[in-house]
Every structure is written in structure tokens, then in C-alpha cells.
């Protein structure tokens, strides 16, 4: 039927040559950072889109947060940052995305349970060829508990 010919059409053009596309070598590679991200770093670290909204983050920053990552995504990760820091970091990152530059900034925390650390946060874009902002990978330092 026509439908079915136009999906079909439409993932031959992310897939031609068999999955040997670019696309297929992009995806190929993101999932093999964040298998790095998983089984090599054990600092906490995510991912975002071009906006700033969390797409992904390993299992240390999930289990830092005590947040699942469904939990996260989108606008989900500002539940974690701690309520008296929270404008300073919105700002501070709205300000790295609108300059495409790479963000830093040492701020609280606070996890589900109510346990509070500082960390300095490291963000650094990722930009195509011609320049066009994708995403920030980003990871958290210096994790010290607040009593």
C-alpha cells in the first residue's frame, strides 16, 4: 500500500547502503560514548539537546540524583539542582547556549532523598562541520556532601 511505501522510502533514506550510512556511523558512535560513559567513568555525566533540555545521563549521575532517567529528561533535570542556586545556574547555562560556548559553573545540589552536595559542572558543546549546535555533554566534579 502507498503508506507502507513511504515509510519504507523514508528509512532507506537513514539507512542506504544496508545501515552503512552517516547517520548509521553518528548513531554508532553516540552509542559507544555512552557505553564509555557506563562502564569507564564513574563520574556522573549527561547529555543535552541544543536547547538545553537532558536527553541522557550515566548510571552515576542517576544514581547521584536518586532520579530515574525519565525523571530527567527534558526540563526534569532542574528538580535536581538545589532550589537557592537554581537562577544563578538557569542563567548561567541559558547564557552558554545562547554564546554556543562551553558552560562551567560549582553549585548545590539535591537529591530525591533531601541529600545536598556541591559540584562544579563542566559543559562543553557540540557543534556540525558548518557550525550548527546539537548537543553539550556534560559531567559533574569535585562531589562533596553538605551536612
Known sequence: ??????????????????????????????????NFAETMVSLPV??????GACVKANSAYLKLSERSLAELQGAGWENFIHPDDRSKVFEEWQEAIARRRAFE??????????????????ASPIQTATGRLVAYLGRYDDIKEIP
Do not use: C, M
Open 105 to 122: 559553573s560549582t553549585f548545590r545540589v539535591r537529591s530525591k532523598s533531601g541529600k545536598t552536595y556541591q559540584v562544579k559542572a563542566f
Open 46 to 51: 549527561y547529555e543535552t539537546d541544543e536547547t
Open 1 to 34: 500500500d502507498t503508506l507502507t511505501k513511504a515509510v519504507e522510502g523514508i528509512a532507506q533514506q537513514f539507512q542506504p547502503n544496508g545501515g552503512h550510512s552517516l547517520y548509521d556511523r553518528i548513531e554508532g558512535i553516540r552509542a559507544y560514548q555512552w
